[in-house]
């Protein structure tokens, strides 16, 4: 065969080829245009009364309508050429869905075979012969889109393939703009929650923070008392060292008369008599090595508070469990002393997690000040442990108090629920504690026994592998 | 589950046959059948529950026999068929006799009852497939366009024996017959490719249609058909006249607005009168410019495999489930010796995916210049997809 035959031949196939791509080229014009027209539109109404423009530089018709189904009618949201068809009709998807047999895209070659349909729409469209009907679904609306041609069989297999690729690209951009919106306002809706929750969990700790007043109060009066005491006891040994150290200058002073130092040797000799020097001198010692304590003690209840107290920030940090037990002990170390014996059995090692320091706390000082309260007999123990289990760190605080109704286990997180007497309990500490583990990806284990024990155990995933698992 | 088997056999008795294609399709039930084999095998089909297998059939008689992908079965003594089992998709067939040589009547007939029972009266369907007898091609496309428009693509061709001499036969699942147009409507739920072309190339040799009548050319350029076409081939005519012109046909010039390049709508000529006047096997019209065509053994054997490359080509991803090749019966005589590089061509093409290749006096297409139309000499192929043209 000739060369120039067999270049003809490959023209030809590759005008059958092109007609393909063609068929595609219309359609991504189609789907350019379409999405043009949801960007610019505020209503799904009104993307849709642009599609008529649209999609006539695809499909060739003469008429238009949109519907948007119900079960069983109509309502007409945009026409072109369709000034018969009524604002409602009594057909709707039920009906459609029996006429296309379950198609979403069908060219319809004479109007008046089509099923249930068929006769009203020729009748609000005389003078429409053949029509393309395309179903559009979006997440919970169901629309038809009727284009109509006054020409016997206008429409083909092609006309379908355009439509409802276009319409399907339609459908999920619509979808995805919905989507896009409904996850804003989750969005917007989630940062109120956090504002809320974040402003609750600050009340909630001033709330506590007021109930331990006295308990802490009484925690600085102490290292305080005694470290006043101290310093009145130090001052009264100091004016002592005072005059022995003034006289022994004197004696030691040969400038000055010897009557001068006489009377300072003689003072010496009164001083040793009266006083107990050497015990001064100890006991000193025992002072200031006491008013460090205390004024340790002081420092760490003081610090303890501030970090408390401090507001939340979104600082993410690596916390040790234990430490942070620890610290919440200190803050409530007072309203525990006299009230019930308190039993540590923590984890040897640090228990590392990642979260927000202040937050963790708070649910320890939540669950211990309710442990605290649920106390009301003589012989109260509150017994805290920690531990591995698996990829988890946990806390338990367990209390022989007055116990949780099992009634009431279900329903301890939910926001505002309290058994204590109005004004004792806002009823928001444990929401805010189960809250603050669903932050920290953790969750809490309640076991309780009425009139016996309550142990809530808290669970965060650990930061990284512990070398050491109980 | 979209799923297409074909099966085979050369069995002569009714009872063999339905065992060697129960054998080969497992037992299996499917929507649609194409059934084609030589016109002494397929009247044995009315004797066979072939209803059982699938619910609606299209066939009838090929020349010589068939070609599936698993040989090639031209001893005048086969019969194939290739089964699709759709579940989501819609198929259906229906014949009418051809009565007082109205074939509109028995195409619109066919097609009507088809619609119904494909349960979709009133939807163009994706593909519509026909066979009917020689002679009747134009008239049955003319007719299925005027009831579901121009843009529905409309595949076939005539029912063929082995040698022009009447012995052709129709299928439509419940009866053989002999002047029927059966009419199948197909709305598969995979995407389907189909190309319509043939294996001839055009010569300098070029004439008006001054006079002709139908099937009739009767003048070319003011002159008897008989001269000019004698003189465009520098030799007298003599017997056995479709041998001797299959690979010089005459092209009826189709141009086309969208490229440079016409297209070409053979038709052979069958018989030569003393009047001047050629018998074609296609119509032709007066003002037509015409033009003499010509081919070579290897282009006619190797174009079927580069017609279903680029029919394959425009599949999602360009994977096909199978597919069916109609193949000009004329073509076949000329080189029936070497048909098995035809069947080894498609099957490179189509990946051994299965296939039926079936011969046909006349074939129907939808042509480059997006027409249903019916030439002779011509191949058609339609592939069916994996997936909807969608996913």
Redesign the interface.
């Known amino acids: 065969?000739?060369t120039v035959?067999k270049l003809?031949?490959k023209?030809?196939?590759l005008?059958?080829?092109r007609?393909?791509a063609l068929l595609h080229v219309r359609l991504n014009q189609l789907l350019q245009k379409g999405l043009d027209a949801i960007l610019s539109s505020d209503t799904l109404e009104d993307t849709f009364s642009k599609f008529f423009g649209v999609m006539a530089e695809g499909i060739q018709f003469d008429c238009a309508v949109l519907l948007r189904l119900e079960a069983e009618h109509f309502t007409v949201l945009a026409r072109q050429k369709a000034p018969d068809w009524p604002e409602q009709g009594e057909l709707g998807s039920d009906a459609l869905q029996t006429a296309l047999?379950g198609?979403h895209s069908?060219?319809?070659?004479?109007?008046l075979?089509?099923?249930i349909w068929?006769e009203p729409i020729s009748s609000w469209w005389p003078a429409i012969h053949?029509a393309l009907l395309q179903r559009i679904q979006t997440r919970d609306q169901q629309f038809l889109l009727i284009l109509g041609s006054g020409?016997?069989?206008?429409?083909?297999?092609?006309?379908?393939?355009i439509a409802?690729?276009f319409i399907?690209f339609v459908a999920s951009t619509i979808a995805s703009v919905e989507n896009r919106k409904l996850y804003m306002a989750s969005q917007s809706l989630k940062e109120r929650q956090q504002r809320i929750e974040q402003s609750l969990l600050q009340s909630e700790k001033m709330a506590s923070l007021g109930q331990l007043a006295a308990g802490v109060a009484h925690e600085l009066n102490n290292p305080i008392g005694f470290l006043l005491s101290n310093i009145h006891m130090f001052q009264t040994y100091l004016s002592i060292f005072k005059s022995l150290l003034t006289n022994y200058q004197l004696v030691a002073d040969s400038g000055q008369s010897d009557e001068v130092r006489l009377r300072a040797q003689k003072e010496l000799d009164e001083l040793y008599q009266k006083e107990d020097v050497a015990f001064l001198l100890e006991d000193s010692d025992m002072l200031i090595a006491d008013s460090l304590e205390g004024a340790i003690r002081v420092r760490d209840i003081v610090q303890s508070l501030r970090r408390f107290s401090h507001p939340d920030t979104d600082k993410i940090e690596l916390v040790d469990l234990n430490e942070s037990v620890e610290s919440t002990i200190k803050i409530i170390g007072g309203e525990f002393k006299h009230a019930l014996y308190l039993k540590k059995y923590l984890h040897p090692s640090p228990l590392f997690v990642m979260g927000k320091s202040n937050q963790i706390g708070q649910v320890f000082l939540n669950i211990m000040m309710n442990a605290r309260q649920a106390i009301q007999h003589d012989h109260g123990e509150l017994q805290i442990s920690s531990g591995v289990r698996d990829s988890e760190a946990w806390v338990a605080i367990e209390d022989n108090g007055c116990g949780i109704e099992p009634a009431h286990i279900n329903r301890l997180f939910e926001p505002f629920f309290t058994t204590k007497d109005v004004g004792q309990g806002t009823g928001l500490g444990l929401s805010l504690c189960h809250s603050i583990m669903l932050q920290h990806s953790g969750h809490i284990e309640v076991q309780s026994s009425l009139g016996s024990f309550s142990r809530f155990t808290l669970y965060f995933p650990l930061a990284g592998p512990m070398e050491h698992q109980d | 589950m979209f799923e297409i088997k074909t099966a085979q056999s050369n069995a002569c008795t009714a009872e063999a046959i339905w065992q060697d294609l129960q054998q080969q399709l497992a037992g299996q039930q499917f929507q649609f059948g194409f059934v084609m084999g030589h016109h002494s095998r397929v009247p044995l089909l009315r004797e066979l529950p072939m209803l059982s297998c699938a619910a609606h059939w299209i066939g009838g008689s090929s020349c010589l026999g068939v070609i599936t992908e698993q040989g090639v079965f031209l001893q005048q003594d086969s019969l194939a068929v290739m089964m699709i089992r759709d579940d989501e998709g819609h198929y259906a067939s229906a014949s009418a006799v051809i009565e007082n040589q109205d074939i509109a009547k028995a195409t619109q007939q066919a097609l009507t009852l088809a619609l119904q029972k494909a349960g979709r009266p009133y939807q163009v369907p994706e593909l519509v497939w026909c066979m009917q007898p020689p002679g009747t091609e134009e008239a049955v496309l003319r007719q299925i366009e005027k009831v579901l428009g121009k843009k529905v693509p409309v595949y076939g061709g005539s029912s063929a024996d082995d040698d022009v001499s009447g012995l052709w036969v129709q299928y439509d699942g419940y009866a053989i017959h002999q002047q029927a147009v059966v009419i199948a409507v197909l709305y598969p739920s995979v995407a389907i490719s189909h190309f319509f072309h043939s294996g001839y190339v055009p010569t300098q040799h070029k004439g008006i249609v001054t006079k002709a009548k139908g099937r009739l050319l009767q003048e070319i350029d003011d002159q008897p058909a008989v001269d000019v076409y004698s003189r465009w081939l520098n030799k007298k005519i003599s017997d056995n006249y479709m041998q001797e012109t299959t690979l010089t046909p005459l092209g009826s010039i189709i141009e086309q607005d969208q490229l440079d390049l016409p297209l070409y709508m053979l038709s052979l000529p069958v018989d030569f009168h003393d009047d001047g006047t050629i018998e074609l096997f296609a119509e032709v019209e007066q003002g037509t410019q015409l033009c003499l065509m010509t081919s070579e053994t290897p282009r006619l054997l190797s174009r079927t495999g580069t017609m279903c490359d680029c029919t394959r080509s425009i599949l999602p991803q360009q994977r096909v489930s199978g597919g069916i090749i109609i193949f000009c019966g004329a073509c076949l005589l000329s080189i029936k010796e070497q048909m098995g590089l035809v069947r080894d061509n498609v099957c490179t093409s189509l990946d051994g995916a299965p296939f039926l290749i079936a011969f046909t006096f006349g074939e129907q297409g939808y042509a480059v210049d997006h027409t249903n139309r019916h030439g002779n000499l011509m191949y058609a192929t339609v592939l069916f997809g994996e997936t909807d043209a969608d996913s």
Do not use: C, I, W, Y
């Not at chain 1, 020409?151 to 393939?161: H, N, Y």
């Open positions: 065969m000739p035959e003809r031949e023209v030809l196939e005008t059958f080829e007609d393909n047999s198609r069908v060219a319809v070659f004479n109007l075979l089509l099923p068929g053949s020409s016997v069989a206008a429409f083909g297999p092609s006309e379908e393939k409802s690729q399907s």
